[in-house]
């Protein structure tokens, strides 16, 4: 029954806290990932499309997709909202904060099952553990933006596949945990086909097998063998008291799979753990080579402004970058006051050197972790158990971070709250392993201390999410609170102006856009058309063709020259200059044939032998073709406008094998 209690407070917290998250509109990548997503609505594709495509319902692999996420199970959540409640926001919402919910009572779980050999205090741990997972201000993200319950279903997923490799672990046989080991695989691949992220799941598995479950201890490498560390994490093994003078002696299992009495072997695994973990690794690298064959080869697809690590040619300076980007993610966890929507567009500059002070900041991170895994590992720094949980906590966490970290896959971002939505199951687990080895270890008056502490910390953190959470009610809010964290962000000061009613406002944030990063394409495309707007078609043919000039300096996937050339065509053929704007609109066909094929240059071909010296026929000509050939072509709709704006609030591409 206490068990219970606890995972419906955690339940009821964790909704409560983003209770205030349901009013929210659709924002950022929620419109191309949603609402323009074909495979959402099951009016224009069919549900088996859902596994043919990409997260943004383009095909696997095609050449003007920027990345190659797939989230099968994720699109079809949405699919399944559509069907009930069509593009009403609220029903979105509701989703994510019962799945946030639903993942926080799993943590809980999960954590119960990391504590189970500390005694008694392993229930007030795994609620501890569970408040802090619900509560963490990191999560907004992952919660209030609606396309982020990839993270979510993920999450979920990733937490069954824990629970059932738990149970295959308490098998008296291999045979026997074969079932059990069948639902990790399946949860793990319903975590994986959520959000790439989740495969992780199976090396964290093998971590607590060999810690927890098997009991692994080194301590005897370094220290002599006095059985002081009375604390035994492994079955069979003696739960402790918090009173050290009834601590019961070192107890041997009574699996014959298990080590041989004494303890002079324990840092060597069982065979049991052994072929788990083989089986595990096995099953790890099948899943993992699946999933990189639907990439058919192609790589993530990313511009300068959305991840500028991955473009510095200096190799020292582009992986101490990486490794800051690293430590700024770990300090989330740690002080996640500063949020923001997107960190990109060099809103954090590259390391420019050896001796930028910020590389201080990434050793003093690494450092810390290093020697706190160390000391775990191989010192008595605390009672086993909870140096086991603790060390498992800090593996979950790095695991979990790994494919997101850039270090070794190119990722679509520089930091991305979303992301840690995993990497905080560990982070929460270790926190709570450590906040509990120092409450063992204290007075009756420093444990009151500690625990009033850590209360007071859960209600500070649940009063960050909640302030936090309106901040994703709208696009306006979530650019303008992103801009006072990252003020010189480029991709923000444009998301913003498309967002803003006031021509002068939008003209100003698109002029700082270019400012911070002067070859952003898309803040000419739309700076141009703010000024043809107001009448100064002059002014805006001449930052079209600024942008063009900036665009062939740095040349990245996408529509940017196809519009850039359609807008200066037409902005010289308004101005009379008809001879001058043929060149461009020709361009812009070339450019199109490129990307979409043999249908625009055909187009091209046969309009410029009879219609070349008729442009208002000609572009209307080139309309007609373009659409009666390719109706669901973007480029087609797009030739339909008189100045054809550029991308709309830019999406932020995410991590991918």
Sequence with gaps: MGEQLNYAIVAIVAALVYSNSLTGEFVFDDLPAIRDNQDVDPART?????????????PMGSQWS?????RPLTTLSFRLNYIIHGFEPFGYHAVNLVLHSLASVLVAMVAARVFQHVGTEAAISALACGLLFAVHPVHTEAVANIVCRAELLAGVFWCLAFLAYDRACKQASLPASLPWIGAT??????????????????????????LVVDGLDLTGLLTSNDNSDSDVVGEGSAAPSTAPSKRKPKTPSKKGSKKAKGSDASWLPSTACVLRVVLMLAITFSMYQWRVSLNKGDDVKNDEKTNPANHIDDTVLRWLTKNYYVFLHFWLLIVPWDLCCDWSSFGIANIRGLDDYRNLSTAAMYSVLIVAGLSLLFTRVAPKAYRAAALSGLAMMAINFVPASGLLVETGFVIAERILYLPSIGYCIAVTAIVGALLQASSKPARQFIMAAGVTVLVLLAARTMLRNPDWSDERSLYQTGLHVLPNNAKLHH???????DPKDAEHHFRMAIRYYKYYGSAYINLGVVLANDNRLEAAVRIWKDGLAAWSARPILGQDPVILNLNIGTGLKNLGQLKASLPYIKRCLEVCYKIHGSTYCQAHNYIFQFHAHRLVFFVFFVFIVCVSCRPANPTARM??????????????NDVCF
Excluded at 47 to 58: A, I, L, R
Excluded at 191 to 201: T, W
Aim: negative net charge; contains cysteine; hydrophobic residues 45%.
């Design 46 to 58: 069919a549900w088996m499309h859902v596994f043919e495509d990409n997260f943004w319902g383009q």
């Design 66 to 70: 920027s990345h190659v996420s797939y």
């Design 185 to 210: 695989t399946l949860s793990t691949l319903a975590a994986l086909m959520s959000k790439e992220q989740g495969i992780m799941v199976l090396p964290c598995c093998i971590v607590y097998d060999v």
């Design 495 to 501: 998301n913003l102006a498309r967002v803003l009613d």
């Design 639 to 652: 030739l339909s406008t008189r100045f054809k704006p550029g991308s709309p609030t830019e999406r932020a």
